[in-house]
């Protein structure tokens, strides 16, 4: 090596000389007859300097040699501990992972808490180690799995009761390692641990308790699709789900209690699509559910309890489109509807009860556009409506009762705009109505009942234009008018009954110009009573009052 070392220097060297000597123009060499003493001594001290030079230049060199060689046996021997940790841990995750496989369930709880040993004690930067160990947590729990048996009949004999009790033993003991597994994953969870920002398949999961309370689901993708919560108690109380993908699609909420209080969807994207609620209670109560996007689009409601009680909608989307509600309970009383958008829209309400009662909607949308009402209650008593838009564009009342009792809407846009009134009650009782426009533009009302006795319009707008009345009650009994716009032009009064008995008028215009058909009950009684600033009225109903608008 040293050898090496000197050729290079030495070679080096004469390259720079002979380059010098070529730049200078190749001179001819002219050697003097006689060396003075002077000149030969700084000749010697210059060729002490040269060759102080050349071993420093092959100092440098071998010492250049040495750090490469050393950095390689360095990376060699970390490449040979990489792999002898690697197959310690491959070693240790057969062995634990063959655990799950045995027939005594101690003996598999005690490979479950090996498995998650390894994936903590994972070498650094080894981030697949981890995900492989949650996977093979994830996979136990996917396994076919029934929970506990049927009871033992009244009339069983000796032998039976023995076989349903040796079965029970199984069963418990089952059941015992699959809570385990999500104890240990909801532990690991609850701390900023390696657990997080990994990806966890659930898929088609039979899940019958099991606390993930607190969880932090950030990043990564965590799916439920298809799983069944049958019964007991699954708790994701406080649960953090940020970023990433969150997939409850098609799964079944038959029984039990699933809990989702104070739980915070944030960003990303939360699909509760084609879910079934048939039994038992899911609770969304505090929920927060903020930017990103949180969908249960073709969900069915058809038992059991759903409460959204409380929760907030800030931003982002929520969208139960086509969702069908047929029977059991869904609340979203003082629920706060805050930007973003929420949409209803081709929902079906068909049975049970949703319940919007006192819930605050200021900004933002809230669509129940094209939604059919045939049965149930759904109620917005008390709610109020602030800024924002809330459309029912083309709904179908046709059945139940859909409920605005006492709700306020001090600003923003509420439409019914081509919805049409067959049947059941729409009220809006005691309403104030105190800003913004409501509207019920070329809206028909063949039949049922909209309800608008004692209701306030103060300032704002109510546009009937092009209404089409054929049927049922519109009644605005002691309804009070006072410095709004309230427009019925063009509207067609050929049936059923529209009644203004008691009704004041005090400022405001109102307009029934180019309205047809009979005029509405006590409609100009009302107004002769009262003191709008502008009246409106076709001409056959001019003639009934003796004089024109």
């Known amino acids: 090596m040293i050898a090496i070392a000197w050729v290079v220097v030495i070679a080096l060297v004469v390259v720079l000389v002979v380059g010098a000597w070529w730049v200078m123009g190749a001179p001819a060499l002219d050697f003097p007859d006689t060396v003075p003493p002077r000149a030969l001594d700084a000749l010697a001290t210059r060729a002490f300097a040269i060759v102080a030079g050349l071993g420093a230049a092959a100092l440098l060199v071998i010492h250049y040699r040495r750090q490469r060689t050393t950095e390689a046996d360095a990376e060699r021997a970390e490449r040979a501990a990489e792999r002898e940790i690697a197959k310690l841990f491959t070693d240790s995750f057969d062995s634990a992972s063959d655990k799950l496989g045995n027939e005594h369930a101690a003996v598999r709880l005690a490979g479950i808490h090996a498995l998650a040993r390894l994936a903590d004690e994972a070498p650094e930067g080894r981030e697949d180690l981890v995900q492989m160990v949650i996977d093979v947590l994830c996979a136990y729990l996917r396994m076919p799995y029934t929970p506990s048996s049927a009871p033992l009949p009244a009339d069983a004999t000796d032998k039976q009761a023995i076989g349903h009790h040796e079965r029970g033993l199984e069963f418990a003991s089952l059941r015992e390692v699959r809570h385990t597994i999500i104890r240990i994953i909801g532990n690991h969870l609850r701390e900023p641990t390696r657990w997080r920002s990994k990806d966890y398949d659930f898929t088609g999961t039979v899940f019958d308790g099991g606390n993930l309370t607190g969880a932090v689901f950030s990043g990564g993708e965590v799916i439920f699709r298809g799983a069944r919560f049958t019964r007991g108690e699954v708790s994701f109380r406080g649960a953090v789900f940020c970023g990433g993908e969150v997939d409850f699609a098609e799964t079944e909420f038959s029984g039990g209690e699933v809990t989702f209080?104070?739980?915070?969807?944030?960003?990303?994207?939360?699909?509760?699509?084609?879910?079934?609620?048939?039994?038992?209670?899911?609770?969304?109560?505090?929920?927060?559910?903020?930017?990103?996007?949180?969908?249960?689009?073709?969900?069915?409601?058809?038992?059991?309890?759903?409460?959204?009680?409380?929760?907030?909608?800030?931003?982002?989307?929520?969208?139960?489109?086509?969702?069908?509600?047929?029977?059991?309970?869904?609340?979203?009383?003082?629920?706060?509807?805050?930007?973003?958008?929420?949409?209803?829209?081709?929902?079906?309400?068909?049975?049970?009860?949703?319940?919007?009662?006192?819930?605050?909607?200021?900004?933002?949308?809230?669509?129940?556009?094209?939604?059919?009402?045939?049965?149930?209650?759904?109620?917005?008593?008390?709610?109020?409506?602030?800024?924002?838009?809330?459309?029912?564009?083309?709904?179908?009342?046709?059945?139940?009762?859909?409920?605005?009792?006492?709700?306020?809407?001090?600003?923003?846009?509420?439409?019914?705009?081509?919805?049409?009134?067959?049947?059941?009650?729409?009220?809006?009782?005691?309403?104030?109505?105190?800003?913004?426009?409501?509207?019920?533009?070329?809206?028909?009302?063949?039949?049922?009942?909209?309800?608008?006795?004692?209701?306030?319009?103060?300032?704002?707008?109510?546009?009937?234009?092009?209404?089409?009345?054929?049927?049922?009650?519109?009644?605005?009994?002691?309804?009070?008018?006072?410095?709004?716009?309230?427009?019925?032009?063009?509207?067609?009064?050929?049936?059923?009954?529209?009644?203004?008995?008691?009704?004041?008028?005090?400022?405001?215009?109102?307009?029934?110009?180019?309205?047809?058909?009979?005029?509405?009950?006590?409609?100009?009684?009302?107004?002769?009573?009262?003191?709008?600033?502008?009246?409106?009225?076709?001409?056959?109903?001019?003639?009934?009052?003796?004089?024109?608008?």
Request: hydrophobic share 40%; proline share 2%; with cysteine.
């Open 261 to 549: 209080r104070e739980a915070e969807f944030s960003g990303g994207e939360v699909a509760f699509s084609r879910a079934v609620f048939s039994g038992g209670r899911t609770d969304f109560r505090w929920a927060r559910f903020s930017d990103g996007t949180a969908g249960f689009a073709r969900a069915v409601f058809s038992g059991g309890e759903v409460t959204f009680r409380e929760a907030e909608f800030s931003g982002g989307e929520v969208a139960f489109s086509r969702a069908v509600f047929s029977g059991g309970a869904v609340d979203f009383g003082e629920a706060e509807f805050s930007g973003g958008e929420v949409t209803f829209r081709r929902a079906e309400f068909s049975g049970g009860t949703a319940n919007f009662r006192e819930a605050v909607f200021s900004g933002g949308a809230v669509d129940f556009g094209e939604a059919e009402f045939s049965g149930g209650e759904v109620t917005f008593r008390r709610a109020e409506f602030s800024s924002g838009e809330v459309g029912f564009r083309w709904a179908r009342f046709i059945g139940g009762e859909a409920n605005f009792r006492g709700a306020r809407f001090p600003g923003g846009d509420m439409t019914f705009a081509g919805a049409v009134f067959s049947g059941g009650t729409v009220n809006f009782r005691w309403a104030r109505f105190t800003g913004g426009t409501m509207t019920f533009a070329r809206a028909r009302f063949p039949g049922g009942t909209v309800n608008f006795r004692e209701a306030e319009f103060s300032s704002g707008r109510a546009d009937f234009a092009e209404a089409v009345f054929t049927g049922g009650t519109m009644t605005f009994r002691r309804a009070r008018f006072a410095g709004r716009e309230m427009t019925f032009r063009g509207a067609r009064f050929s049936g059923g009954e529209v009644d203004f008995r008691g009704a004041v008028f005090s400022g405001g215009e109102l307009d029934f110009g180019d309205a047809s058909g009979t005029c509405p009950v006590s409609l100009l009684e009302s107004i002769g009573h009262g003191e709008p600033e502008v009246v409106t009225l076709p001409g056959p109903w001019r003639s009934i009052t003796g004089g024109a608008d």
